[in-house]
């Protein structure tokens, strides 16, 4: 039986894991700056349809680190609201050269494939 998480603190470091793999880690991050991009785009523009092509840019990248590099499924299938908030926390601690210290915190290696 999958564990229920009923707060996002106790969901992050299942999420971590989810994401041991660098090279998804990595995917998660274009993907998601590509679709704050497109979003960021779209809105200037008021080409609203770019926020759906957004959404489905930020979840192509992350799901193909997730089926071919992980070889599990997307948290966000499970916990899509908690998953949401785990992938733009995942980015900013990239963004900043934050998440090994948090891997670290939590216990989590790397993946290397």
Do not use: C, V
Request: hydrophobic fraction near 50%.
């Amino acid at each position: 039986m999958e564990k229920q998480f009923q707060t996002f603190k106790e969901f992050w470091p299942f999420y971590l894991g989810e994401h041991s793999a660098p090279a998804n880690r990595w995917l998660h991050f274009i993907g998601t700056t590509l679709a704050l991009l497109q979003i960021i785009y779209g809105a200037a523009t008021q080409r609203f349809w770019l926020l759906l092509t957004a959404l489905a840019t930020g979840y192509a990248f992350a799901w193909i680190g997730h089926f071919f590099l992980e070889k599990n499924k997307p948290a966000t299938f499970t916990y899509p609201f908690f998953s949401f908030i785990g992938d733009w926390k995942m980015w900013a601690l990239i963004l900043t050269g934050q998440l090994n210290g948090e891997l670290k915190k939590f216990g989590l290696q790397n993946k290397l494939h």
